[in-house]
């Protein structure tokens, strides 16, 4: 018999024959029967919507049968919340959303969640994109993670609560009183990403900063075919500094709504993190394909099943005097019939066919927002004091970057930037110093060193109205927390079919070229981990005048088109001054008025030279223009430098456009060869006709530190001689 089958008929067998566990004296006082009746038909729903899924996948008609059956208690979590506490769920959590479903107006949550298990396009949360929990009406963001990567988002969105309070954003979301609960089970609870997310929350609540957030540890004991150590979750979060521990029963749903009461209280009266450990069962295995008697004892499996929470739970009701078994069976009946109705429907309902169809959504929409004029002259002058004079005069980048932060700031009181060193230090680059004593410490945030939660940070301030601007001090630096983007960010308006968005501006200092300082760590020219993100905008500005307009327009896209941008700055043109000669100034820039923007995918073209087109960004961009110059006085050959600038979604056409009637084109790269920018641009030259191009980019191979910190890069007299053999390959 299909283990579903019989765990359905055991419970129809126990309570009949009142085989159930001896619940006499068990405190039952914490729930009016009607409320305890509420929750027992939501883990009915929840065990028999687990009963759907296989149905359906035995049917050809589901798609994903991890099941919560065994974590019904999250039921009574839910009761003991407000349905406007924003909840990251773990994905064993059905029960916590039937539960919340039955807080709210207007739901039919049966039919929903079977949607998303049919993979319909009426699913009314992902479109048909993947089974995931997740509501707009019930403040349940959708999460496709099988780990604890929701973690640190949960923590920046909790302290985004605390930032609220003292200027709440525009499109802010979360009550000044509401807490952020997020759940994950006991083997995701070992995560870095988890670990990282527990100890900031910690780190965060030991200097008195509000963080209002509960996390539910879902202690099943197993994590697919690994054991949890007995006791380990206990010893490892019971007295951490900063975190009030807490535990339940989950088989107990009075005893569990009690704690959460508790647990709930505590983190909305005294905003300080509580660690809610729930102890739970897992039922079926690990999911509908996973045979669990290959890896876990028998005494095991039958000791998880002898515990159903649903047997549990009709015996503390007949204890309670909320409803007799017979009562008990009944509810379950008419949850099994309710789910069979919706199972029918929802099998015939249409799915996403084309591509076009499925990627609709991995832009979200655009939001309405208050029209702003810019920051009054009178603020200006009080933010930039006596730099005001500096204005009119040529700077490097750098400098042009602090003053467009500043301006935006002025503009754009939602903005907050987060990061290592950025505040009293003013960045390991000076790139933001003064801004904290502009705007604060509220708004110019130095973080403790994690990567994972300062994107997590950035990603939950989002959920509540800000628009981050965090930073990820180098380049390298990133790949301790890419998947922040990757599966969490960019992620999120695809899979809630645009209802929910994490709009930011990501500023990462890198590239290679710096002098006498770095080696891989500090001069990363790899961008590939960010250029295949789709929905991810990626720029890369080559002098400070570009920076300026085009981190507007990032900030643009971030807070009216909420899009999540990453802004490149390359680290060896921050202070660069000259072009050609020492002293000759030609690469500082005087500073764009604020109104002044680039537009996505709008490139940058110098010179109309015929001979070659070289195309380029960042530090290629620079060299180019020195190359430009020794071709046509040395050597005759007149060029024109493409500054691609956006660098995904890559402008194709414009580029094309931009190169114009130019007899060759040379592609230079500072990014290495495999992986880089240049083998798309490789390709949509050749998709596109062009009869002569070729291309210089970096060796595969890392950078290192010293006199060689240039060797595997791009160099201007490289440039000159890979342009004259194209030129003349082309005329032999």
């Known amino acids: 018999m299909d283990k579903a089958e019989y765990i359905h008929q055991q419970f129809l067998q126990r309570v009949a024959a009142g085989d159930m566990p001896p619940v006499a004296g068990a405190a039952t006082d914490a729930l009016p029967s009607e409320a305890a009746r509420e ?117 920046g969105a909790a302290w985004s609560i605390g930032f609220a309070r003292r200027a709440r954003p525009e499109h802010a979301v979360l009550a000044d009183d509401g807490i952020v609960v997020c759940s994950f089970g006991d083997a995701s609870a070992n995560h870095s990403t988890a670990q990282g997310a527990i100890n900031t929350a910690c780190w965060t609540a030991y200097q008195q900063v509000p963080m209002p957030l509960l996390f539910v540890c879902e202690d099943n004991g197993i994590g697919i075919s690994v054991r949890t150590p007995a006791g380990w979750i206990e010893v490892a979060f019971s007295n951490r500094p900063g975190l009030t521990y807490m535990r339940c029963d989950g088989l107990d749903m009075f005893e569990t709504y009690r704690t959460v009461l508790a647990a709930a209280d505590h983190v909305r009266t005294r905003r300080l993190p509580v660690f809610l450990h729930v102890d739970t069962v897992r039922l079926y295995g690990h999911a509908g394909s996973d045979v669990e008697a290959a890896y876990r004892p028998r005494a095991d499996i039958e000791a998880a099943e002898a515990n159903d929470p ?48 499925v990627a609709a959504s991995l832009i979200p929409p655009p939001r309405p927002c208050r029209a702003t004029n810019g920051p009054s002259p009178e603020a200006r002058a009080r933010a930039f004091g006596t730099e005001v004079k500096a204005l009119g005069e040529r ?102 079919n645009g209802q929910f968005a994490n709009p930011m501006v990501l500023r990462i200092a890198g590239l290679g070229y710096q002098k006498g300082f770095g080696g891989h760590f500090h001069n990363d020219n790899s961008l590939a981990v960010l250029r295949d993100i789709p929905g991810l905008v990626l720029a ?34 921050y202070q660069t001054r000259d072009l050609h000669g020492e002293k000759d100034g030609l690469w500082a820039q005087v500073y764009p008025a604020p109104g002044k923007r680039i537009g996505l995918g709008d490139v940058g073209v110098d010179g109309d030279g015929k001979d070659v087109a070289i195309v380029t960004y960042g530090n290629g961009c620079y060299r180019s223009r020195q190359a430009a110059r020794i071709l046509v006085e040395a050597h005759g050959v007149a060029s024109r430098v493409v500054d691609i600038r956006w660098l995904a979604p890559l402008p194709g056409q414009t580029i094309i456009d931009a190169v114009g009637p130019a007899e060759h084109v040379l592609i230079v790269d500072e990014c290495r060869q495999t992986g880089s920018q240049s083998e798309a641009l490789m390709a949509l030259f050749a998709e596109n006709g062009c009869a002569s191009f070729a291309r210089l980019a970096a060796d595969d191979c890392f950078i290192a530190t010293g006199p060689a910190h240039a060797a595997t890069l791009p160099s201007r007299d490289g440039i000159v001689d890979a342009a004259l053999s194209l030129v003349a390959n082309r005329r032999a």
């Open 39 to 155: 929750i027992f038909r939501s883990q009915c729903v929840s065990r028999h919507l687990d009963r759907m899924g296989r149905k359906m996948q035995k049917a050809g008609q589901g798609f994903y049968t991890i099941g919560s059956s065994g974590h019904e208690g999250m039921a009574a979590v839910a009761a003991a919340l407000r349905p406007t506490d924003m909840a990251f769920l773990h994905y064993r959590d059905g029960a916590f959303q039937v539960q919340r479903a039955s807080q709210v107006e207007d739901q039919d949550v049966i039919a929903d969640m079977l949607l998303s298990f049919a993979c319909s396009a009426d699913d009314p949360i992902s479109g048909g994109r993947h089974k995931v929990l997740g509501s707009r009406p019930l403040m349940i963001p959708p999460q496709t993670s099988t780990i604890a990567s929701h973690l640190p988002k949960a923590v």
């Open 310 to 357: 649903l047997v549990w739970s009709a015996a503390l009701l007949a204890e309670a005097g909320a409803a007799t078994p017979q009562q008990a069976i009944d509810i379950y009946n008419d949850a099994e019939a309710a789910c069979e109705r919706a199972m029918i429907e929802a099998v015939e309902k249409p799915r996403l066919a084309t591509s076009a169809e």
């Open 395 to 496: 700077q490097p980048m750098a400098r042009l970057i602090n003053w467009a932060l500043t301006d935006l700031m002025l503009e754009c009181p939602e903005i907050v930037l987060a990061g290592e060193d950025v505040g009293a230090k003013g960045g390991v680059y000076g790139v933001t110093q003064k801004l904290v004593d502009r705007f604060g410490r509220n708004r110019v945030v130095d973080t403790l060193l994690d990567e994972q939660s300062i994107l997590g940070l950035a990603i939950g301030m989002a959920h509540n109205g800000f628009v981050p601007i965090p930073e990820i001090q180098f380049l390298a630096y990133l790949h301790n927390a890419e998947d922040q983007l990757r599966g969490e960010a960019a992620t999120l308006p695809f899979f809630s």
């Open 540 to 573: 890369c500005p080559s002098n400070g005048a570009d920076a300026a307009m085009m981190l507007r327009e990032c900030v643009r896209l971030a807070r009216e088109e909420q899009r999540v941008c990453v802004f490149v700055e390359p680290i060896a043109l």
